[in-house]
């Protein structure tokens, strides 16, 4: 057994279906079951032998900063102490902007196309903090070139807000170019990479990524309560935590009878954890993220393009309308058979997960534990529905 097939092996949704909706999420693995397992056979050990650390115990602790180290190697290179844990992909972005000292007259830039959790956070800082919000595009928008941001972006522009791979339609922003545009510019990027990390090699300074967020239940095959948010230091500067409790960097300080907050390393991200975190889903995260590490990003990357393109041929002779450009594409490949949602409706009778991606096109996904015989079983799908 290869280590591609070895992995596949621990997902039990595969066994039941033909599974290609890992944009969606993963399924659950067996070795998630085992990691939760694993966590409270910690938390008792380490109350047995009385060990500190507030909540989950030391043991815990330790782990947190295992996972944390493995998500600095996930984006490339970036040290753990620019990462904090959050519950979900639209927190951190949400912690970044109602946090971020704008001053009159400044904007940030985010597509109409964007899902919810980039788009709304957005929003909600125009609402809410004053800024100005630009919404750029129109929601059918099939491509993000740089044109798009460059004609809206001014000197007062802080922010660009964009999804390294759309989850409607899985276009894949050159991410490098618009790092290189923001970094001239003196504008911040803060990135959803929730639908390609997993699936594509990630360099967050290569690339003049200013922020990260990512959820773990898809491609990191965690659950859906815990996520990270990665921040460079300049940003984290200007950023107030939103939510305070006691931890490393946070505290309270009393002269006479005035109180007041204090932060101790303005520059970490874990200034903006709020206190007790979803421990049980960390473990599972640093299981996941440790089997990805032994796959390697370039071999997973090699295993999904393959794949896609196999998938993307396929579609094409059996006359589909491909959605997803060849050229800025991940592990999303979308489509378009006429009447998507009778499609959807067969491909489910047929036993195959897959998207109806917000009701207009359809939406195939692949990861690592997909394999070429999900493609031609999906294929001979489609083949069956044209001919019916």
Not at 88 to 100: D, I, K, R
Not at 213 to 225: E, M, S
Not at 271 to 282: A, R
Request: hydrophobic share 40%; aromatic share 10%; glycine share 8%.
């Amino acid at each position: 057994m290869d280590r591609f097939a070895e992995y596949r092996s621990h997902f039990p949704a595969l066994k039941e279906c033909v599974y290609l909706d890992t944009a969606y999420d993963c399924g659950g693995t067996d070795f998630g079951i085992e990691a939760m397992k694993q966590y409270f056979a910690d938390w008792t050990a380490a109350a047995v032998k009385n060990e500190r650390g507030g909540p989950g115990r030391k043991t815990h602790f330790e782990v947190l900063d295992e996972t944390r180290g493995l998500i600095g190697e996930l984006l490339g290179g970036v040290s753990p102490e620019q990462i904090a844990f959050t519950r979900n992909t639209n927190e951190g972005l949400n912690a970044l902007l109602q946090g971020y000292a704008f001053e009159e007259g400044d904007n940030i830039l985010v597509a109409a196309v964007e899902h919810p959790s980039v788009l709304m956070p957005a929003l909600n800082a125009a609402k809410l903090r004053g800024v100005e919000c630009r919404v750029l595009g129109t929601k059918e928008a099939e491509t993000l070139p740089l044109s798009l941001y460059a004609k809206a972006a001014d000197e007062h522009t802080r922010m660009i807000l964009c999804s390294h791979v759309q989850s409607s339609h899985g276009y894949r922003i050159d991410l490098a170019e618009l790092g290189a545009f923001c970094k001239e510019r003196g504008i911040f990027l803060l990135v959803d990479a929730i639908q390609s990390l997993g699936i594509l090699p990630f360099r967050a300074k290569e690339w003049n990524v200013s922020a990260v967020t990512a959820a773990g239940y898809k491609t990191l095959t965690a659950v859906n309560a815990v996520a990270f948010l990665y921040a460079e230091e300049r940003l984290l500067q200007k950023v107030w935590p939103v939510y305070t409790a006691a931890g490393p960097y946070m505290g309270v300080q009393q002269e006479g009878d005035s109180y007041a907050l204090f932060c101790k390393d303005d520059r970490k991200a874990r200034k903006l954890e709020n206190s007790s975190l979803d421990n049980p889903g960390i473990y599972c995260l640093r299981e996941g993220l440790l089997r990805l590490k032994a796959l390697g990003s370039e071999e997973i990357a090699a295993h999904v393009e393959a794949l896609w393109q196999s998938c993307q041929a396929g579609l094409q002779e059996l006359g589909a309308r491909v959605i997803t450009p060849a050229d800025h594409h991940a592990g999303i490949l979308a489509f378009d058979l006429g009447d998507n949602e009778e499609a959807f409706a067969f491909f489910r009778s047929r036993n195959i997960a897959l998207s109806l991606s917000g009701g207009r096109y359809l939406r195939v996904s692949f990861a690592a534990f997909s394999d070429e015989d999900d493609v031609n079983k999906f294929l001979e799908a489609v083949k069956e529905y044209r001919k019916h």
